[in-house]
């Protein structure tokens, strides 16, 4: 989905994502193919090699993918929250999986819930 009133900077990402997920359709391929293969006949080390391979590979991909989603967060987190290319129905199943923005906010809590427990008066302090 391409959205015409995304920031221009935002466009690199969604590039980016568009041109990721073949890549990641193809390595899941690889890595049925390999497996039925592996089904097929007795385990070697060869199969083992190649499958070790084929899922090193996926993982990289997918560290790839969150290291580039981690730069573009920086420079505009809201937009990453939700963004522009996702379809409506893609929203509404992120709902109806229990995903919402404000979850970004829980998740914040519970990773530094003691240190921001610990400072929370002064932060109030500070709003007023």
């Keep these: 989905m391409t959205g015409d009133n995304v920031a221009p900077e935002m466009n690199g990402f969604q590039a980016f994502f568009e041109s990721w997920l ?25 199969d083992r090699v190649l499958l070790s391979s084929l899922v090193e590979r996926v993982v990289k991909h997918y560290e ?31 709902w109806i999986g229990g995903w919402r923005p404000s979850m970004a906010f829980h998740l914040l809590y519970s990773k530094s819930g003691l240190q921001l427990e610990a400072s929370f008066a002064e932060l109030m302090r500070g709003l007023r």
Excluded at 28 to 41: N, P, T, Y
Excluded at 76 to 94: C, G, I, T
């Design 64 to 94: 790839q993918y969150y290291n580039k989603k981690s730069q573009w967060v920086k420079q505009d987190v809201l937009r990453m929250l939700s963004p522009p290319w996702r379809s409506s129905l893609e929203d509404a199943f992120l």
């Design 22 to 46: 073949p890549e990641q359709d193809q390595h899941l391929q690889d890595l049925i193919v390999a497996s039925k293969q592996h089904q097929k006949r007795a385990a070697d080390d060869d």
